[in-house]
């Protein structure tokens, strides 16, 4: 009977065993499951933020050469004339040429960069009065100087023509017939009462095409000169563009390519040095490794040896 009984309670044990030994290996499997998730997570993260640190540095390493390296493109400024008016001719009003100075310097930096080739031009805006017709042909000169007062460079040009650097011609005004003035002013006349439209023309000036400024004398001031004391004008601008070449024509005409060739350069010169600093360093620490692992090997021989 006690040994039925025996049986009896091992046949019952058996199955809970059974139970509490899947259930221990089912703990296991998940915690490695769980140990293996957290790994991958880590290393994910890792590498994520590694990826994102080299994309930053590539972006910061592209927008700093690119707003070191490319000058301003355009650069525009009022042009207030003055002239002496204390004189005693009857024949004009003015006694000298209108004359006015423009800084080419803004927040204490020079608007022209070194080695760069710009266009600069003037625009007049003139009233279409009988004084400027006959006016007929008239000169702007300009003349640039540097910080100390030298000059760097003059240009005379006329008011229509555009022409080289060193050449200088005349214009004038657009020529229009007094039939051809009388049609207009009919035609217009309801936009000239309301003061939608007036009678003006705008003239554009190039006064250098291809102007360089001097490294050693850079220009500061401009100084435009209209030769003649009998032009009247409404309101004048002064616009400076650049002619980019090479890597600065890409740079400019085509930013999105630009910024995408730029930056994934960087990534991946970025990402090189960092590989094969992570080699180096794996490549050092691994004899060391084995070094250490010699001396204790040593050691425990040495000690066993003793005993």
Request: contains cysteine; glycine residues 6%.
């Amino acid at each position: 009977m006690d040994q039925e009984s025996h049986l009896h309670s091992g046949e019952n044990v058996e199955p809970s065993v059974l139970i509490g030994q899947a259930l221990l290996r089912f703990q296991d499997a998940v915690a490695m499951a769980i140990a293996r998730a957290r790994q991958r997570v880590v290393q994910g993260f890792i590498v994520f933020s590694i990826v994102f640190l080299l994309l930053w540095l590539a972006a910061f390493l592209y927008g700093s050469f690119y707003y070191s390296y490319m000058p301003k493109a355009a650069f525009s400024a009022p042009v207030h004339y003055y002239y002496r008016t204390d004189c005693d001719s009857p024949a004009s009003f003015l006694c000298s040429y209108p004359l006015a100075n423009i800084s080419l310097m803004r927040n204490r930096k020079h608007v022209l960069t070194f080695g760069q080739a710009y266009q600069i031009s003037l625009r007049l805006e003139v009233p279409d009065s009988p004084t400027n017709q006959d006016l007929g042909m008239f000169m702007i000169k300009t003349t640039c100087f540097s910080q100390e007062g030298g000059q760097v460079a003059s240009s005379a040009r006329s008011a229509r023509q555009l022409l080289s650097a060193s050449s200088s011609r005349f214009s004038m005004l657009r020529y229009r017939s007094d039939l051809l003035r009388t049609l207009g002013t009919l035609l217009f006349l309801p936009a000239f009462l309301t003061g939608a439209a007036e009678q003006r023309q705008v003239l554009d000036v190039e006064l250098f095409s291809d102007y360089t400024d001097d490294p050693y004398a850079p220009s500061v001031t401009a100084v435009i000169e209209i030769l003649s004391n009998k032009v009247q004008i409404y309101s004048s601008q002064l616009y400076v563009h650049a002619h980019f070449t090479g890597i600065r024509y890409l740079l400019f005409y085509f930013p999105v390519l630009s910024a995408l060739v730029g930056v994934s350069s960087n990534f991946v010169f970025l990402s090189i040095l960092f590989i094969l600093s992570y080699v180096r360093v794996l490549m050092n620490v691994g004899p060391r490794t084995n070094i250490w692992a010699a001396v204790e090997h040593g050691g425990e021989r040495k000690q066993q040896a003793r005993g």
